[in-house]
């Protein structure tokens, strides 16, 4: 019975200093614990730290909220994949009046009426062209070297 015990205390500290979304301890990524390790610390924004599992597009995602803010956008049109992140564009919604409004859905939505928002911008994580037409308006590519997350206006 001590060794069972033994062993799961070691575990449990192993879990806590080490685990990959929110580690106390951060390994360097060539020691040889890459799936242990991330870019993630304990003194990253908050922001940063929801993109722990999802490093690689933590930039992107960053450079679209700065650039959706800079440009005061408030009603903004969605284009997502299956399953892509909405939530870290609009952290801030609740101090602000934006209105995200889903477009070029593919599901059974795509039956709502769309109503009679006009769209300041449009965010796509699955169109990557040079513009994006929607309502008979152009809207233009922003971030064409992104390769996860652009922003059309």
Known sequence: MPAVLLILVVY??????LNRIRPLITLDRSSGFGKITTNINVSDSRFKKYFACRDEVYNEYNATKHLMQEMNCNTIG?????DDWEYPLF???YHADICPININVDNVSK??????????????????????EYKGRKFYNLLPAHTQVWIYK
């Open 12 to 17: 449990a500290f192993g879990i806590v200093l």
């Open 78 to 82: 969605l284009e997502l994949g299956h």
């Open 91 to 93: 952290l801030e919604c």
């Open 111 to 132: 039956s709502i009426p769309s109503g009679t928002h006009k769209i300041d911008c449009i965010v796509s994580t699955t169109t990557n062209k040079h513009f994006i």
